[in-house]
């Protein structure tokens, strides 16, 4: 028997919504999204519409559920690394210098 995937979040468009996959999948979070291809008819249908879905696995959802409230709060003004102090910009989840996890336990 296949496993239930949930709706968890509706990206405003394809990058953000392929930014968030990429950050899910790092944690081990399998990610499908729906609604890309509907990316070329902006202009003409109601913007909710074109918005990009990321569903998971049901029995990964409180994960993700914490991760993407984590990245809607995050300061906007960045995050320096632990390891090497580069200055990141907060949409990055790994420091663009080392690949340090923002995230991760030292």
């Known amino acids: 028997m ?7 979040y ?9 930014s968030l996959k990429g950050m899910l999948e790092a944690r081990q ?4 999204l729906s609604g890309e291809g509907l ?3 902006a202009g003409e249908l109601p913007a909710n519409v074109v918005e990009v879905g990321l569903w998971v696995k049901a029995s990964q959802q ?7 409230e984590q990245y809607e709060h ?3 003004s960045g995050w320096f690394c632990p390891v ?4 990141n910009g907060s949409q990055f989840e790994l420091c663009w210098q080392c690949g340090q996890d923002r995230l991760a336990e030292l």
């Open 10 to 18: 509706d990206a405003g468009n394809a990058l953000e919504a392929h």
């Open 39 to 41: 990316g070329a008819a």
């Open 84 to 87: 090497c102090g580069e200055a």
């Open 2 to 8: 296949s496993e239930v995937w949930c709706k968890i």
């Open 29 to 32: 979070i399998e990610v499908q």
């Open 62 to 68: 409180s994960s993700a559920q914490l991760l993407l």
């Open 74 to 76: 995050a300061d906007p």
